[in-house]
T-cell receptor, first 113, second 113 residues
Framework: GENVEQHPSTLSVQEGDSAVIKCTYS??????FPWYKQELGKRPQLIID?????GEKKDQRIAVTLNKTAKHFSLHITETQPEDSAVYFCAAREDTGFQKLVFGTGTRLLVSP | DAGVTQSPTHLIKTRGQQVTLRCSPISGHKSVSWYQQVLGQGPQFIFQYYEKEERGRGNFPDRFSARQFPNYSSELNVNALLLGDSALYLC????????????FGQGTRLTVV
């Protein structure tokens, strides 16, 4: 089955800096890669996603890149703000015929003012 | 616009007991998936139901079962609770069985003592 690794586990940046979180996946048949933001005690919220036929996607300060050859995808947050502080999870959807997301272990992002 | 709703929000049970968790998907969504999130880890897939049928099952024991009702709401049942079942149980809904985004509810925090 699919296995997703996520790095780093914690990331501290100053407000205004950029943050990059990286994930690798094992199953080349996986075709959908969402990113979720989870604030303490709250639900995971979908912030951006990318499908396997696209190499890059942007939404304001957030971007995701996908390298299918390397089985690697990354989340880029520019001009970070304190409200970006949260745990971020990457995930990959297995090509199983049903919707099974396999999550990474999460990155705790702390943005200091 | 109501999102995914889950009940109850918190629950304390004793080892060996049984528990039922409930989920109402976003209006119009026909797929419901259940995930278990242990503290400090990413969510792990338990089940997906689509059009009242089980479409996928993760690596969980038979003590875990679920069903989906004609209105697309769902219940997750866990029998013979173990201490290790303590976790946040998340429900995610999506339009179809695959190829669509998954939106999570706020979860049910289950504590087994």
């Amino acid at each position: 089955g699919e296995n997703v690794e996520q790095h780093p586990s914690t990331l501290s940046v100053q407000e205004g800096d950029s943050a990059v979180i990286k994930c690798t996946y094992s199953d080349s048949a996986s075709n959908y890669f969402p990113w979720y933001k989870q604030e303490l005690g709250k639900r995971p919220q979908l912030i951006i996603d990318i499908r396997s036929n696209v190499g890059e996607k942007k939404d304001q300060r957030i971007a995701v890149t996908l390298n299918k050859t390397a089985k690697h995808f990354s989340l880029h947050i520019t001009e970070t703000q304190p409200e970006d502080s949260a745990v971020y999870f990457c995930a990959a959807r297995e090509d199983t015929g049903f919707q099974k997301l396999v999550f990474g272990t999460g990155t705790r992002l702390l943005v200091s003012p | 616009d109501a999102g995914v709703t889950q009940s109850p929000t918190h629950l304390i049970k004793t080892r060996g007991q049984q528990v039922t968790l409930r989920c109402s998907p976003i209006s119009g969504h026909k797929s419901v998936s259940w995930y278990q999130q242990v503290l400090g880890q990413g969510p792990q897939f338990i089940f997906q139901y689509y059009e009242k049928e089980e479409r996928g099952r993760g690596n969980f024991p038979d003590r875990f079962s679920a069903r989906q009702f004609p209105n697309y709401s769902s219940e997750l049942n866990v029998n013979a609770l173990l201490l290790g079942d303590s976790a946040l149980y998340l429900c995610a809904s999506s339009l179809w069985d695959r190829d669509t985004e998954a939106f999570f509810g706020q979860g049910t925090r289950l504590t087994v003592v």
